[in-house]
């Protein structure tokens, strides 16, 4: 049975069509059909998505899988994985990494309501390629409406999560990848150590990216323009400043709109 026929069987056996296995790894239902009649080969990265959504080992599907190469990721991935098979709203790959620090009887509840606040708020369901940019797109204002600070704190702190996972799961970058690994264990073992979420800005102002360069972190924020002076700000030239509209009390005379007029229609001052 070659690579094609196996993800068919693997879909099937886990009762998902095609358009619900393409919702699954956000994919189109016809890049799918293109994979199981053999029109195209998967790559190892969509392969891994792939086995993870359908609860399975990446060798399953290609005997020929370069387990050596990717172990980091598998690695990962095994080990958020939760021992259950409770299929919720909220993407299993979220449940288990936040399950690493916070108590098993509270993170299903907690993460199944806000992400459904957050799915009715959009009028749409919520899948986890597009949990980060639901929360760009809805506003932090809007949520802090309708989630209890300690919900919002979980939303993004699951949210980094989920951006390194996936990051890390894209990247074949060695160096990134160790990245990843070290800062997502950082977060959880960090917020197992308090027992609390990191502060939320944390995680708003990091910005990781396959493009992460941790040498020179240069900014991407662009600086404001700069205040041009006016004219009659620089030396010598004070007099030339319009007296009635700068006065805010109100408290200007008939010679102040004169100085004004006379400012205004002198053609040496405007060439």
């Known amino acids: 049975m070659n690579i094609h026929e196996k993800i068919t069987k693997y879909r099937e056996l886990k009762g998902l069509n095609k358009s619900q296995l393409a919702r699954e790894?956000?994919?189109?239902?016809a890049y799918i059909t293109m994979i199981e009649?053999?029109?195209?080969?998967?790559?190892?990265?969509?392969?891994?998505?792939?086995?993870?959504?359908?609860?399975?080992?990446?060798?399953?599907?290609?005997?020929?899988?370069?387990?050596?190469?990717?172990?980091?990721?598998?690695n990962t991935i095994n080990s958020l994985k939760k021992k259950d098979n409770n299929n919720d709203i909220v993407d299993e790959l979220i449940i288990k990494a936040l399950k690493n620090y916070i108590?098993?009887?509270?993170?299903?509840?907690?993460?199944?309501?806000?992400?459904k606040n957050l799915a009715e708020l959009n009028n749409d369901s919520i899948y986890y390629d597009f949990i980060d940019e639901k929360i760009v797109s809805v506003g932090l204002d809007n949520l802090k409406?309708?989630?209890?600070?300690?919900?919002?704190?979980?939303l993004i702190l699951s949210t980094q999560i989920l951006i390194l996972i996936k990051n890390f799961i894209n990247s074949e970058n060695i160096n990134d990848q160790l990245f990843y690994t070290n800062t997502l264990e950082s977060i959880l073992s960090y917020s197992r150590i308090l027992n609390i979420p990191l502060d939320k800005n944390f995680y708003l102002n990091i910005n990781i990216t396959n493009k992460y360069d941790t040498k020179t972190k240069e900014s991407n924020i662009t600086p404001l323009p700069k205040k041009e002076k006016q004219i009659w700000e620089e030396e010598g030239k004070e007099y030339l400043m319009p007296k009635a509209?700068?006065?805010?009390?109100?408290?200007?005379?008939?010679?102040?709109?004169?100085?004004?007029d006379d400012l205004m229609n002198d053609e040496d001052i405007w060439k």
């Open 25 to 29: 790894i956000n994919v189109s239902p």
């Open 245 to 260: 509209s700068h006065d805010k009390e109100g408290d200007f005379t008939e010679e102040d709109y004169k100085h004004d």
């Open 103 to 115: 108590e098993p009887n509270e993170y299903r509840s907690k993460l199944f309501n806000l992400y």
């Open 145 to 154: 409406k309708i989630l209890k600070n300690d919900d919002l704190e979980l």
């Open 37 to 74: 009649n053999g029109t195209k080969t998967p790559s190892n990265e969509f392969i891994i998505r792939l086995a993870f959504t359908l609860g399975v080992d990446p060798t399953e599907l290609d005997s020929n899988f370069p387990v050596n190469k990717f172990e980091n990721v598998l």
